[in-house]
């Protein structure tokens, strides 16, 4: 079956630190792309990154970045330097298939950046 | 710059009664969706579409009807809302297989 896992329902990090945020998937398909959105206490989903299954390299966007390990199907979500605008909720997301723009989201995991 | 706007933001209904939200998107997407999200859960997908004339059920379709007679507009409506579809409502869209979805601010929708 396809679903994403996040078994972290509450994180909490101190400013300036780095914290790993974990997502694991499963799907039968070869072809698939992995997202990671934010969502604030204001309610939008802001869209952080994107991995798809053939890229090589981890995806980086900025103090985000993806750490991709194909076999083990994880694609944890790393920020660095977390800042307090960080706190909010995290959700892993997939796209099952590159033929279709369905995602399969997670619980997401509630994230707390302390001074 | 408008993206995607979802009207209205927040609705309260009674048992029974009907509405739509609206969706409406402005960067010539094939695709969009309609997700809700519930506490403790992800979003899950109600019903998407794929192009004008096109549509299909997501994964918790009950109770939601959807049509698209244009590009741009994916109204979701409620024929007859339960208190079991209090939810927050997203709308997304995308180019079909882009590396991102847009989502429209949500819809917060109680049905007493």
């Known amino acids: 079956a396809q679903k994403i896992t996040q078994t972290q329902p509450g994180m909490f990090v101190q400013e300036k630190e780095a914290v790993t945020l974990d997502c694991t998937y499963d799907?039968?398909?070869?072809?698939?792309?992995l997202f990671w959105y934010k969502q604030p206490s204001s309610g939008e989903m802001i869209f952080l990154i994107y991995?798809?299954?053939?890229?090589?390299q981890n995806a980086t966007e900025g103090r985000y970045s993806l750490n991709f390990q194909k076999a083990r199907k994880s694609a944890n979500l790393v920020i660095s330097a977390s800042q307090l605008g960080d706190s909010a909720m995290y959700f892993c997301?997939?796209?099952?298939?590159?033929?279709?723009?369905?995602?399969?989201f997670g619980t997401g995991t509630r994230l707390q950046v302390f001074p | 710059n408008a993206g995607v706007t979802q009207t209205p933001k927040f609705q309260v209904l009674k048992t029974g009664q009907s509405m739509t939200l609206q969706c409406a998107q402005d960067?010539?997407?094939?695709?969009m969706s309609w997700y809700r999200q519930d506490p403790g859960m992800g979003l899950r997908l109600i019903h998407y579409?794929?192009?004008?004339?096109?549509?299909d059920q997501g994964e918790v379709p009950n109770g939601y009807n959807v049509s698209r007679s244009t590009t741009e507009d994916f109204p979701l409506r409620l024929l007859s809302a339960a208190p079991s579809q209090t939810s927050v409502y997203f709308c997304?869209?995308?180019?079909?297989?882009?590396?991102?979805?847009?989502f429209g601010e949500g819809s917060r929708l109680t049905v007493l």
């Open positions: 997301a997939m796209r099952p298939s590159y033929n279709t723009d369905k995602l399969i």
């Open positions: 991995q798809g299954s053939y890229d090589e």
């Open positions: 799907t039968s398909d070869q072809s698939y792309g």
């Open positions: 960067m010539n997407h094939e695709y």
């Open positions: 579409s794929v192009g004008a004339g096109i549509t």
């Open positions: 997304a869209s995308s180019s079909t297989g882009s590396e991102e979805l847009f």
